[in-house]
């Protein structure tokens, strides 16, 4: 089982270590705090912050998902069928544009939420900050996710999702836990910490960033709770990591500064309201 959960973790520790040519080892890595040394471990993916044998252990964090038959399982089908009542309305949209993951686009997820904009040039730090903390944990979802192999919704309602280019590669994938709302919630709480002011609205958006994922029709109510389990694990051990609280710090001036300069976010903040007021009340 252990070589099980570690397996995907090597591979992008091997692509790091060949990007930077390193003879001091791959922990050498851990001390770096700007984008300019901070190797690529895939095209667009930043290194983490934690080593291999530091990210969490989905498989110890979160239960085996929904059994056929349960009550658990009813549920999660039962808010699946609800959520098609959302195609075609601004929160489906929504959903569709928070699917995409990649950089700058996901930075600007939570700009409404901290009412400033969050890009490389405007917010570098906080930027670096979510570019490296996604990789810890994606990471760290790997081993529930092999372990368990759960189908996604879409291949057993065979209704429609918000991204049916990625279609064949997530049914590849694992559908629990949810990638997406551990990384979403991760952000989420690293946030509020640096805009505790704003943290009601931040942590709104980040719940909203996982419950799309239901309402693409990719991922169960179940999958979406217990990434935010996953998430939530992997802040709680990346406080213990001397590079990311520095990290922290920095992004907490850097906004700071940002809304002195009345600097204004990068998203249609009213329209981003709306679409989160659709949101089925009976998702839990």
């Not at 089982?1 to 791959?26: D, Q």
């Not at 930043?46 to 038959?69: D, R």
């Not at 920095?250 to 700071?256: D, I, K």
Request: hydrophobic share 40%; aromatic share 6%; glycine share 6%.
């Amino acid at each position: 089982m252990e070589a099980k959960r570690t397996a995907s973790i090597v591979r992008w520790v091997l692509l790091v270590c060949i990007a930077v040519m390193i003879t001091s080892g791959c922990a050498g890595l851990q001390g770096s705090n700007r984008q300019g040394v901070v190797p690529e471990v895939r095209p667009g993916g930043l290194a983490g912050y934690l080593s291999p044998k530091k990210i969490p252990n989905s498989l110890s964090l979160i239960p085996a998902p929904p059994a056929k038959g349960s009550a658990a399982l009813a549920l999660d089908e039962e808010v699946s069928r609800k959520s098609f009542a959302l195609r075609g309305t601004s929160r489906w949209t929504m959903a569709t544009e928070d699917a995409d993951l990649s950089f700058p686009q996901a930075a600007g997820t939570f700009s409404c939420a901290l009412k400033a904009p969050v890009t490389e040039q405007t917010t570098p730090h906080l930027y670096l900050l979510m570019r490296r903390s996604f990789t810890d944990v994606v990471l760290s979802t790997y081993a529930a996710k092999d372990h368990y192999a759960r189908t996604r919704p879409f291949v057993i309602n065979k209704e429609p999702t918000c991204t049916p280019d990625k279609e064949s590669r997530l049914m590849k994938n694992g559908s629990y836990p949810s990638g997406h709302t551990a990384i979403g919630w991760a952000w989420a709480l690293i946030l509020a910490e640096i805009a505790p002011e704003q943290s009601d609205a931040i942590l709104a958006r980040g719940r909203a960033f996982g419950q799309s994922r239901v309402i693409c029709n990719v991922h169960w109510q179940s999958d979406v709770n217990e990434g935010r389990v996953v998430g939530a694990g992997t802040v709680a051990r990346l406080h213990a990591d001397p590079a990311f609280r520095a990290d922290v710090e920095a992004a907490r001036v850097e906004l700071a500064t940002v809304r002195e300069k009345g600097l204004k976010p990068t998203r249609d903040c009213k329209a981003e309201a709306a679409a989160m007021a659709l949101e089925p009340p009976q998702a839990p």
